[in-house]
């Protein structure tokens, strides 16, 4: 997940919804063992236990076996803004459900613990921490900072299961300024930066979803449509076309990076070379170098650049960036590079700011592509085999 500051302004049949899934809150004792245990999973509650029962009672059998593993479809809801998409789960006895990121440029799995002082009014879980675990820090790019224990509690992916993830005691000022109730990272095992292992590895061990793969889908608010999903243990193969998807390899350990071939503004190829690029639905920009933001900005027409190195563009932009991945060009609809207006204090009338934006973080190589460009394609991320999909929308 990045986040960036504008100074001028603030193919499986057999599948579970989630939206669907039956989920009451259970008054159960968190399990004792630790955090690297396989996870324990039980059909959605019923109500035939008692308010007392134990973990063990609710779970029932260890596992599922692998040929009962599922895709699960998690709706995803878009920020305000553009980014980021939030999915909602239901966690141990709160009976609300929790608004949680889902990060692809992340790994950990975090919420709100009761304890920690600056939640406010947010969702929060009242697990006890592990026993023989101990307190964990972590950063995000942009200096947020977070203390986390480890706790278990039971968490609806259609199914309840007793998994291990972080709970936040201790979150910096710009972590809880922001809206979500937690992170749910999606980043390859390498990028953890706690003892936990990524949701997506726990859910396929556990043999809830059938491999360790993931497919996004972000929608776009102006469309009015709200048909973002990621898909857990698999594709949804009515939203791209399948015939067209392209398959590139993980160059990174820690994040989803692909090989940037190149990068043009209508018909001229204005970035050649190559660039590394970081998939992350946690963020709405196309972050660059300063040098490769001026570049791109010089072909936008009635681009402007302000005094602190930021960008803006005519509201009504007509441009089509295009982004070249795996031997095939993506284009980005232009009504994507563009997003809030410009403030008043910009005297500027008609601006909004560039969805493209210089990072000064970035080395000259790097870039990083949030919902902007993630919206226009779906995309599959593959940790059996360490692939990237990028495939058209339907």
Same mark, same amino acid.
């Given at each position: 997940?990045? &986040?960036?500051?504008?100074?001028?302004?603030?193919?499986?049949?057999?599948?579970?919804?989630?939206?669907?899934?039956?989920?009451?809150?259970?008054?159960?004792?968190?399990?004792?063992?630790?955090?690297? /245990?396989?996870?324990?999973?039980?059909?959605?509650?019923?109500? %035939?236990?008692?308010?007392?029962?134990?973990?063990?009672?609710?779970?029932?059998?260890? @596992?599922?076996?692998?040929?009962?593993?599922? =895709?699960?479809?998690?709706?995803?809801?878009? +920020?305000?803004?553009?980014?980021?998409?939030?999915? %909602?789960? *239901?966690?141990?006895?709160?009976?609300?459900?929790?608004?949680?990121?889902?990060?692809?440029?992340?790994?950990?799995?975090?919420?709100? %613990?009761?304890?920690?002082?600056?939640?406010?009014?947010?969702?929060?879980?009242?697990?006890?921490?592990?026993?023989?675990? %101990?307190?964990?820090?972590?950063?995000?790019?942009?200096?947020?900072?977070?203390? =986390?224990?480890?706790? *278990?509690?039971?968490?609806?992916?259609?199914?309840?299961?007793?998994?291990?993830?972080?709970?936040?005691?201790?979150? @910096?000022?710009?972590?809880?300024?922001?809206?979500?109730?937690?992170?749910?990272?999606?980043?390859?095992?390498?990028?953890?930066?706690? *003892?936990?292992?990524?949701?997506?590895?726990?859910?396929?061990?556990?043999?809830?979803?059938?491999?360790?793969?993931?497919?996004?889908?972000?929608?776009?608010?102006?469309? +009015?449509?709200?048909? +973002?999903?990621?898909?857990?243990?698999? =594709?949804?193969?009515?939203?791209?076309?399948?015939?067209?998807?392209?398959?590139?390899?993980?160059?990174?350990?820690?994040?989803?990076?692909?090989?940037?071939?190149?990068? @043009?503004?209508?018909?001229?190829?204005?970035?050649?070379?190559?660039?590394?690029?970081?998939? /992350?639905?946690?963020?709405?920009?196309?972050?660059?170098? &300063?040098?490769?933001?001026?570049?791109?900005?010089?072909?936008?027409?009635?681009?402007?650049?302000?005094?602190?190195?930021?960008?803006?563009?005519?509201?009504?932009?007509?441009?089509?960036? @295009?982004?070249?991945?795996?031997?095939?060009?993506?284009?980005?609809?232009? *009504?994507?590079?563009?997003?809030?207006?410009?403030?008043?204090?910009?005297?500027?009338? +008609?601006?909004?700011?560039?969805?493209?934006?210089?990072?000064? =973080?970035?080395?000259?190589?790097?870039?990083?592509?949030?919902?902007?460009?993630?919206?226009?394609?779906?995309?599959?991320?593959?940790?059996?085999?360490?692939?990237?999909?990028?495939?058209?929308?339907?």
């Amino acid at each position: 997940m990045q &986040f960036l500051s504008i100074i001028l302004a603030a193919g499986y049949l057999a599948s579970v919804e989630i939206r669907n899934a039956r989920a009451h809150p259970l008054a159960a004792t968190p399990s004792q063992q630790g955090h690297d /245990d396989i996870l324990r999973i039980v059909d959605p509650y019923d109500g %035939s236990n008692g308010p007392n029962s134990t973990v063990n009672e609710l779970l029932g059998s260890s @596992s599922l076996r692998r040929r009962d593993a599922q =895709v699960v479809f998690v709706p995803l809801d878009i +920020g305000e803004g553009g980014a980021p998409y939030f999915a %909602s789960l *239901r966690i141990g006895t709160n009976p609300n459900p929790f608004r949680v990121t889902a990060d692809t440029g992340s790994t950990d799995f975090w919420v709100y %613990s009761s304890t920690c002082p600056t939640r406010g009014n947010k969702n929060s879980v009242n697990a006890s921490p592990i026993p023989g675990t %101990s307190t964990e820090s972590f950063k995000y790019e942009n200096g947020g900072e977070l203390d =986390v224990r480890t706790v *278990r509690e039971l968490v609806d992916f259609g199914k309840l299961i007793d998994m291990p993830f972080s709970a936040a005691t201790k979150v @910096s000022a710009s972590i809880a300024s922001r809206p979500e109730e937690g992170i749910m990272g999606f980043a390859p095992a390498g990028g953890a930066q706690t *003892r936990v292992r990524p949701v997506v590895d726990l859910l396929a061990e556990s043999g809830l979803i059938p491999e360790r793969v993931t497919g996004w889908k972000l929608s776009r608010g102006i469309d +009015g449509k709200n048909d +973002g999903e990621v898909v857990l243990g698999g =594709v949804n193969p009515t939203k791209f076309v399948a015939l067209s998807m392209v398959t590139v390899k993980n160059i990174g350990t820690t994040r989803w990076q692909a090989s940037l071939e190149a990068a @043009s503004i209508g018909n001229t190829r204005v970035i050649n070379g190559p660039r590394v690029v970081t998939l /992350d639905t946690g963020t709405l920009y196309i972050s660059t170098s &300063f040098a490769d933001a001026q570049a791109l900005h010089a072909f936008i027409p009635g681009a402007v650049a302000t005094r602190v190195g930021h960008y803006l563009l005519p509201c009504n932009n007509r441009a089509v960036l @295009s982004l070249s991945i795996g031997g095939t060009s993506w284009p980005v609809d232009p *009504r994507d590079l563009v997003n809030g207006p410009a403030p008043p204090e910009a005297r500027l009338p +008609g601006y909004c700011f560039s969805s493209i934006q210089p990072l000064r =973080v970035k080395e000259s190589g790097e870039w990083t592509v949030g919902s902007a460009f993630l919206k226009n394609v779906y995309v599959m991320l593959n940790s059996e085999a360490n692939t990237i999909g990028i495939a058209p929308l339907r």
